[in-house]
Nanobody
Framework: QVQLVESGGGLVQAGGSLRLSCAASGRTFGSYYIAWVRQTPGEEREFVAAVNWSGTGTVYADSVKGRFTISRDNAKNTVYLQMNSLKPEDTAVYYC???????????????WGQGTQVTVSS
């Protein structure tokens, strides 16, 4: 079973950048697609981006396309989310998650990290 730990969240002004990291442990890390999912209080969790096991296939929510970039380094067991041109509406808790298949569905997520807070001030 894979375990996921996020880091890199914080407070940033609108238009700024942050890079989130997701460190994975467990020998099955390479078997999973890895996704970033975010949630604001009172709202459902929202898919943000996902990357396949090799790092060559990515998919993004329309709301972040062109601003966010997901990547993975299997040698370091780490997935990154580079977030540029941040907006106040990007404020959320961001979760790293391991999912079984491609696409934007979060129904196939099997493992969740603990989350990291991202706050974008206007």
């Amino acid at each position: 079973q894979v375990q996921l730990v996020e880091s890199g969240g914080g407070l940033v002004q609108a238009g700024g950048s942050l890079r989130l990291s997701c460190a994975a442990s467990g020998r099955t890390f390479g078997s999973y697609y890895i996704a970033w999912v975010r949630q604001t209080p009172g709202e459902e969790r929202e898919f943000v981006a996902a990357v396949n096991w090799s790092g060559t296939g990515t998919v993004y929510a329309d709301s972040v396309k062109g601003r966010f970039t997901i990547s993975r380094d299997n040698a370091k067991n780490t997935v990154y989310l580079q977030m540029n041109s941040l907006k106040p509406e990007d404020t959320a808790v961001y979760y790293c998650a391991a999912k079984l298949g491609p696409g934007i569905s979060i129904a196939t997520i099997r493992v969740w990290g603990q989350g990291t807070q991202v706050t974008v001030s206007s």
